[in-house]
């Protein structure tokens, strides 16, 4: 077929709700949004291991502590699943985390706020983990088989990690006045930097409409968003809560929660490079790296033994 009717076919697929898979013909633009999308949400997985993984040391009890070992290891997990979903599009993984390290790629903005109590790591499970449910319940039905296929993977074990957060949550906003107070705290900070996890007003997103076009993003980012404000509201309100936001009032007509306008002024500093912890992020990540380089050298060596062994 020649272009023309290949892009035809392609869109006939789409429009029939067909899994794309990697073998499949493609336009570029596809490939292209894909691998962006797939390895900022790998590089996002990563680097948000950080924020929580320096809680593990200090969580309150052993409890604590495996359940919290438990989620950071799932979104290490997350991040090696992710990578290998990019790579069936032809990316070389090296070369992503290359950019990633050279500050070239993007990540989610969230993971550039500090954790600064115990109470932050239940917020970000009932907070962060609970808007990525929401995006990727939406992306586990995306037209690319291998993201869609993930996301069904990752999703049963974002539900996990949303449980956990709330359970924190529930149990210190039931506590002492002291533990009330932590967790209203982080509520505080974490409430904005979650709402724009879902990316900028849909007139204001360049990527979205090719992305609902060929059905890899099936809402756009102001209805996921509202879908999560909506679900949160409640839950704030039965553990005794306050969400940062004076404008927040119930529609009734609409059965929704209107929210107040986010502070976007923010969410180009932090995606842009200039958030509480980019510098710390990167760097983190450019030591791991960096410490990490003997066992890549090791398994390439071995790698290549192999290989002569077989040859000889
Ligand atoms: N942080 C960083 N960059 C963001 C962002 C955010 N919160 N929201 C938007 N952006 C960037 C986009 O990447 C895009 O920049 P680019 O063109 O240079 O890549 C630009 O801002 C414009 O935004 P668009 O809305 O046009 O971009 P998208 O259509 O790609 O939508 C998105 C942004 C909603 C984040 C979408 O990319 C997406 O759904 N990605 C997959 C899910 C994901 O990455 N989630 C990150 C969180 S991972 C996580 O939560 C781990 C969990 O275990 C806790």
């Known amino acids: ?8 076919n392609f869109e006939r697929r789409i429009a029939a709700g067909e899994s794309i898979e990697p073998k499949d013909w493609m336009p570029e633009r596809f490939r292209k949004q894909l691998t962006r999308m797939i390895s900022q949400h790998a590089h996002s997985e990563i ?6 993984g320096a809680w593990i040391t200090r969580a309150p009890t052993l409890r604590r502590k495996i359940t919290l070992l438990a989620k950071v290891q799932d979104e290490g997990g997350h991040g090696l699943y992710l990578y290998c979903a990019a790579e069936t599009l032809g990316a070389d993984r090296s070369e992503l985390i290359d950019q990633l390290l050279a500050g070239k790629a993007k990540y989610s903005s969230i993971f550039n706020y500090p954790t600064l109590s115990w109470a932050d790591i239940g917020v970000i499970g009932w907070f962060v ?16 088989g291998p993201y869609s296929r993930a996301m069904i993977r990752i999703c049963k074990e974002e539900n996990f990690h949303k449980k956990q957060g709330f359970e924190i949550v529930a149990t210190l906003a039931a506590g002492t006045p002291a533990q009330h107070a932590m967790v209203q705290d982080a ?73 107040g306008e986010i502070n976007w002024e923010e969410f180009h500093r ?42 000889a």
């Open 270 to 311: 932090v995606i842009n490079g200039d958030g509480p912890c980019n510098k710390e992020r990167l760097q983190a990540r450019r030591d791991a790296h960096e410490n990490g380089r003997w066992v890549r050298e090791a398994a390439e060596a071995y790698a290549a033994k192999q290989q002569r062994m077989q040859a």
């Open 1 to 8: 077929m020649d272009e023309t009717a290949q892009i035809e």
């Open 47 to 52: 680097v948000g291991m950080l924020p929580e």
């Open 187 to 259: 509520v505080n900070r974490w409430w904005w930097p979650s709402l724009m996890m879902f990316g900028p007003h849909d007139a204001d997103s360049p990527n979205s409409a090719e992305l609902k076009r060929w059905g890899i993003k099936r809402r756009s980012n102001d209805e996921l968003r509202q879908r999560f404000v909506d679900m949160t509201v409640p839950q704030a309100q039965a553990v005794n809560l306050t969400l940062p936001d004076p404008e927040l009032r119930y529609n009734a007509a609409t059965d929704q929660w209107h929210f």
């Open 129 to 144: 983990d609970g808007a990525a449910i929401v995006n990727q319940t939406m992306l586990a039905k995306a037209s690319y």
